[in-house]
């Protein structure tokens, strides 16, 4: 069995959005397979392609709108053809504000419009993930990685 590779690339300010990116890796290793972890602005888009699948993270800031350290991967995506690579969005937000976690939302509609398959419902999360939070970010994570990832 060839075990899966799978990217999961955040955008992170206070580390709500970073501790969340590093359960659901736990999750996947759990599950088998390999997990890299870039923040955003480390890395670009295109890295994507070179995954069987990958996790998108990002917090939401203001109402509902993208952090900017997220924007240029966000902009890089509009190149890619992401048909046939599997996919999941995560996040941290507010619940103080009227759109919760928009900008999970925003992510999970671009990878949509450029092929890539959502297999699961993003996560949302307030702040950062709280004790029994934990585990279901770990799960998240293992239930990603056990669709059929780079399964041959």
């Given at each position: 069995?060839?075990l899966g590779k ?15 990116a590093?359960l659901?890796?736990e ?6 397979h ?8 480390d ?12 996790l ?5 800031w ?7 350290e ?12 992401l ?9 941290s937000?507010?619940?103080s504000?009227?759109q919760?976690?928009?900008a999970?939302?925003l992510?999970?509609e671009?990878?949509?419009e450029?092929g890539?398959?959502v ?5 949302k999360?307030e ?7 934990k585990e ?5 994570g293992?239930?990603?990685?056990q669709?059929g990832?780079g399964?041959?």
């Open positions: 069995m060839n799978i990217m999961i690339a955040y955008a992170s300010m206070t580390g709500n959005t970073e501790e969340i590093e659901i890796a999750g996947v290793r759990q599950a088998g390999e997990a890299e972890l870039k923040a955003s602005y890395c670009s888009a295109q890295e994507l392609l070179a995954y069987d699948g990958f998108l993270g990002v917090y939401t203001g109402d509902g709108e993208l952090p900017d997220f924007l240029d991967f966000y902009e890089e995506l509009d190149e890619l053809d048909s046939g690579k599997k996919t999941a969005v995560f996040g937000g507010d619940t504000y009227i919760f976690c928009g999970v939302d992510v999970e671009k990878v949509k450029r890539a398959s297999i699961q419902e993003s996560l999360i702040f950062n993930p709280l004790d029994d939070e279901n970010c770990r799960a998240y293992r239930q990603f990685a669709a990832i399964v041959s």
